[in-house]
């Protein structure tokens, strides 16, 4: 029995390859942000909540964002896209692209999850809020730090060393 072949043209081949890493893409990033929504507290609506995360065109005082992303749903209408941001209250254990008032940072991670989609790589930051006695990359308003040591821990994953302090509530 004769065996048969069939051929696919290339540019199938390579529009279909395309296809698929648009859609892996858009799923990646449109799926989760970097850091799950904190848990709702009492007196919020869930996914409505002030607590909960969400998709926005800017980021509003007193919060930050965990993830961006290039979309056209802020460039009203137009044909190029912008950068829209998932925003959330700061938290204890959340990782920000942002650093906040009132809170202060015990890591830095390098990542592309805060770059708008981009290729290149920010920083993200382990926000907490300051207490005496945490080892802390940044010494926040109303604390003074007692002692301080060499780590990478706030080097975003750098081959450096960066000074951590020993925080102490003023």
């Known amino acids: 029995m004769p065996r048969t072949t069939f051929r696919v043209p290339r540019t199938l081949l390579?529009?279909?390859?395309?296809?698929?890493?648009?859609?892996?893409?858009?799923?990646?990033?449109a799926t989760a942000p970097a850091v799950a929504a904190p848990a709702a507290e009492a007196g919020t609506t869930g996914a409505t909540g002030a607590t909960s995360g969400f998709w926005a065109c800017s980021v509003p005082s007193g919060y930050t964002y965990t993830s961006s992303r290039s979309s056209y749903t802020c460039s009203g209408g137009s044909s190029y896209q912008t950068t829209e941001f998932y925003v959330q209250p700061p938290a204890d254990g959340l990782w920000a692209c942002t650093t906040m008032p009132g809170y202060t940072h015990t890591a830095v991670m390098s990542s592309q999850t805060c770059s708008g989609g981009g290729s290149y790589t920010t920083s993200q930051y382990l926000l907490y809020k300051p207490v005496t006695g945490m080892w802390a990359c940044s010494v926040p308003s109303g604390f003074t730090y007692t002692a301080t040591q060499q780590s990478y821990t706030c080097s975003g994953g750098a081959s450096y060393t960066t000074t951590q302090f020993l925080l102490r509530a003023l």
């Open 14 to 29: 390579a529009a279909t390859a395309t296809a698929a890493l648009a859609l892996a893409t858009a799923l990646t990033t």
